[in-house]
């Protein structure tokens, strides 16, 4: 079971690298770069908070957004709880 959820989380962050990298010109998405370093430590209660701060800007990456919600991470609500 743990190696299933590990091998998820780099999954997600395989996918959230990859598709932020392209975005702004090649410089990428600073809250998607703080989102992975977040989720590399294991920090899932964070990543939690810092998507729902941080809902407008991440709602201009339809990609990253569609990536979030396929993980559980991004919900139609104003805030997900922790």
């Known amino acids: 079971m743990q190696n299933k959820y590990m091998d998820s989380l780099i999954d997600?962050?395989?996918?959230?690298?990859?598709?932020h990298q392209s975005?702004?010109?090649?410089?990428?998405?600073?809250?998607v770069r703080t989102l992975v370093w977040?989720?590399?430590?294991?920090q899932m209660d964070q990543v939690?908070?810092?998507?729902?701060?941080?809902?407008?800007?991440?709602a201009a990456y339809p990609r990253i957004v569609r990536i979030l919600e396929?993980?559980?991470?991004?919900?139609?609500?104003?805030t997900i709880s922790v």
Do not use: P
Request: aromatic share 8%; no cysteine; proline share 0%.
């Open 48 to 58: 939690k908070r810092i998507i729902a701060n941080n809902r407008k800007e991440l």
């Open 38 to 42: 977040n989720i590399k430590l294991g």
């Open 70 to 78: 396929g993980y559980k991470l991004w919900s139609g609500q104003t």
């Open 23 to 31: 975005a702004n010109n090649g410089r990428g998405i600073a809250v």
């Open 12 to 19: 997600l962050i395989d996918l959230l690298e990859y598709n």
